[in-house]
C-alpha cells in the first residue's frame, strides 16, 4: 500500500507566524507532489505543485522537495487567520507498467492562525 | 475560464433509491476523477477517467456503484439501492493530463436517510 503521511494536526500558530506542514510518502518513483488547501465544508483547492528537489516559492508559500528522504514540506510566512484550513499533502503513485495517473491524498493537517 | 462543475450540490434520499451524480470538467481536460470524502475524513479514490474509457475502477467501493463517461467530457457516477453508510462528499476532479495536477469541482453532499 503506497502511502502519504501527515500529522493531523491541530496545528496551531500565531497571527504573522511561520507555519510548517510536513508530508512523507512511501513511492520512492513518486514524482509529482502537490499542496492542497480544503477549507471546512468546501472543496480542495491547489496551493502548489513541485516536481524537483528544493525550494518552490509562490507568495507567502514555500514548497519544499526532499526526494532522498521522501518528504515534501509547506512553509506559509506571514499566517493570517484566513489561512486556517486543512492542508492536503498529495503524491502521485507509479502503479503497475508505470502508470502514474493517480495521486494519493494525505488525511490532511488541520492549521489554525489565532488573531 | 469555467472550472469543474458538479450537480446536484446537496442530495437527500432514502434508503434504497438510486441516485445520479453528474460532473462537468473543464473543457479539454482528458483525465477525469471521482472521490469521496465523509465527515472528517481524507479523500477516497473511486474511479478514474482517460478520454471515456476507465482504465482504474478499483476504488468502487461495491457493484452498486457505477460511473461512466460520454464524449470525454461529462461524467455520472450512479448509485443503485443506496444506503446509509453511502451518506458523503462526492467530488470530481479534473486534469489536463494524467497524473497532472487536479481541479476539484465543489462536491454533491449525499445523505441517504
Known amino acids: 500500500q503506497k502511502e502519504v503521511e501527515q500529522n493531523s494536526g491541530p496545528l496551531s500558530v500565531p497571527e504573522g507566524a511561520i507555519a510548517s506542514l510536513n508530508c512523507t510518502y512511501s513511492d520512492r518513483g513518486s514524482q509529482s507532489f502537490f499542496w492542497y488547501r480544503q477549507y471546512s465544508g468546501k472543496s480542495p483547492e491547489l496551493i502548489m505543485s513541485?516536481?524537483?528537489?528544493g525550494d518552490k516559492e509562490d507568495g507567502r508559500f514555500t514548497a519544499q522537495l526532499n526526494k532522498a528522504s521522501q518528504y515534501v514540506s509547506l512553509l506559509i510566512r506571514d499566517s493570517q487567520p484566513s489561512d486556517s484550513a486543512t492542508y492536503l499533502c498529495a503524491v502521485n503513485v507509479v502503479g503497475s507498467g508505470g502508470s502514474n495517473y493517480k495521486l494519493t491524498f494525505g488525511k490532511g493537517t488541520l492549521l489554525t492562525v489565532n488573531p | 475560464g469555467a472550472g469543474v462543475s458538479q450537480s446536484p450540490s446537496n442530495k437527500v434520499t432514502e434508503k434504497g433509491k438510486d441516485v445520479e451524480l453528474r460532473c462537468d470538467p473543464i473543457s479539454g481536460h482528458t483525465a477525469l476523477y471521482w472521490y469521496r470524502q465523509s465527515l472528517g475524513q481524507g479523500l477516497e479514490f473511486l474511479i478514474y477517467?482517460?478520454?471515456?474509457?476507465?482504465?482504474?475502477k478499483s476504488g468502487l467501493p461495491s457493484d452498486r456503484f457505477s460511473a461512466e463517461r460520454t464524449g470525454g467530457s461529462v461524467s455520472t457516477l450512479t448509485i443503485q439501492r443506496t444506503q446509509q453508510e453511502d451518506s458523503a462528499v462526492y467530488l470530481c476532479a479534473s486534469s489536463p493530463l494524467a497524473g497532472g495536477t487536479q481541479y476539484f469541482g465543489p462536491g454533491t453532499r449525499l445523505t441517504v436517510l
Open positions: 477517467f482517460q478520454g471515456n474509457s476507465a482504465p482504474d
Open positions: 513541485i516536481y524537483s528537489n
